[in-house]
């Protein structure tokens, strides 16, 4: 009798019994850099906002702005649950229909949208800005993986770029190159980048370097993607509506630092990097302390472009560079979900996603040191932002479903989108 009820709790302890429903599931590891990366976000946006408490414009206490910044949390972090209980089929079917919102959503702020620096980028909400070309970066990954994962039985025999000679594009072999390569796979990726470069250009250049990887990754072939850089050079230069003026006097002022001295110049006229390389400076090994930071009552964005020179300055080198290998190790697990996936497209989806998280913490950090001109890029999770925060916590909780369905090994396996078949 004893050995038959050892057998019966051994049988019933099943695979799918013993994953079961767990609130939180998916990548263990990649919980815990989300749990860091929140709790690192509550400190720096406290402490960072003095500055506009102290302001007599704003009249408010930093606890208003821990407030707000919790308030953002607590919406996101119940959403990247969300996001990580639901299955990658239901992603693939609304990959389409959630591109097309957000291509109309972003458009509308050209129209609607609170304009700052020249530049129509939120749509007011109340106490609230909404950005919808967080959401639409995050919609152009998801129906990137989609075509591709679709075409993989034939991907390496597609063109995408057609002739650039439109008196050819009639010719039953261009029609073909438009019909299943430049029209499915290219113009997605174009329209988006299109779309947002007049407000944040910076963010177009960032959406187009992830679609070309997740392009290379889903072997589309190699001619064709050099053909696309020298393209998107191109019609980069053609497409500075209205921003050559902000976008010349960034590019101008990043070399002025490199190639002028600087000694000389008076403390009132130093740009935001410069008060940024100083509060590194500052910062030097352990930091000044919690709290201590005097630069930041100088920077005009201390809470959102330059948290991670506040950050420098306030905890340390140590710390600092623990805080970019939290982001390095975002990528990497990713990786490591890629590898475990064995179709097309969730292996894809993960990557194009942890590409624009890894990729947007290090341009932000880049312009903390000079390395590349500002950008006004935040730090994911980290910086004082809604609709940044919000659209990075559900990548992050698309990354966790598929990782999650790795280890139910239940996965769709439809025909034709296996990784590498040849």
């Not at 057609?162 to 390569?181: C, D, H, T, Y």
């Amino acid at each position: 009798m004893a050995r038959e009820n050892q057998r019966t709790a051994a049988d019933m302890q099943t695979p799918e019994s013993a994953t079961g429903f767990r609130f939180i599931a998916g990548d263990r590891v990649l919980w815990i850099i989300i749990a860091a990366l929140t709790v690192i976000s509550v400190l720096v946006v406290y402490s960072s906002t003095a500055k506009m408490a102290y302001d007599a414009h704003t009249a408010r206490s930093t606890a208003h702005f821990l407030r707000q910044q919790l308030v953002i949390l607590v919406i996101s972090i119940p959403l990247l649950i969300t996001a990580s209980k639901i299955n990658c089929r239901i992603y693939n079917h609304l990959a389409g229909v959630g591109y097309a919102a957000c291509i109309l959503l972003t458009l509308s702020v050209y129209f609607i949208g609170a304009t700052t620096n020249g530049a129509a980028r939120w749509i007011p909400l109340g106490p609230f800005q909404f950005q919808p070309s967080e959401a639409l970066k995050v919609a152009t990954v998801l129906l990137l993986a989609r075509q591709l994962a679709g075409r993989q039985s034939r991907i390496d025999r597609l063109r995408i770029i057609p002739s650039l000679n439109p008196f050819r594009w009639r010719r039953p072999a261009q029609r073909k190159i438009w019909r299943e390569g430049t029209w499915p796979i290219l113009f997605p990726v174009l329209l988006s980048c299109v779309v947002i470069f007049p407000a944040h250009t910076s963010s177009a250049v960032l959406v187009f370097f992830a679609s070309w990887v997740m392009m290379l990754i889903g072997r589309v072939r190699m001619g064709e993607l050099l053909k696309l850089l020298g393209l998107a050079a191109l019609l980069a230069g053609l497409l500075n509506l209205g921003r050559s003026e902000t976008a010349g006097g960034r590019v101008s002022t990043w070399i002025d630092l490199w190639t002028s001295p600087q000694t000389e110049k008076p403390v009132e006229e130093l740009t935001d990097t410069e008060r940024s390389m100083i509060a590194i400076h500052n910062g030097g090994i352990l930091g000044e302390g919690a709290g201590q930071s005097v630069v930041r009552v100088e920077m005009i964005h201390p809470e959102s472009d330059y948290a991670y020179a506040f950050f420098v300055e306030e905890y340390g080198l140590v710390l600092a560079v623990v805080l970019l290998m939290l982001y390095l190790w975002i990528f990497f697990r990713a990786i490591e979900i890629f590898r475990r996936c064995g179709t097309a497209f969730p292996g894809l989806l993960v990557l194009g996603l942890a590409l624009l998280i890894t990729c947007q913490a290090l341009l932000h950090i880049m312009v903390t040191v000079n390395l590349i001109p500002e950008t006004g890029q935040t730090l994911p999770l980290i910086s004082r932002g809604g609709s940044s925060t919000i659209f990075t916590a559900i990548a992050l909780g698309m990354i966790l479903s598929v990782s999650r369905q790795n280890e139910e090994q239940s996965h769709d396996r439809p025909r034709g989108e296996t990784m590498y078949e040849r």
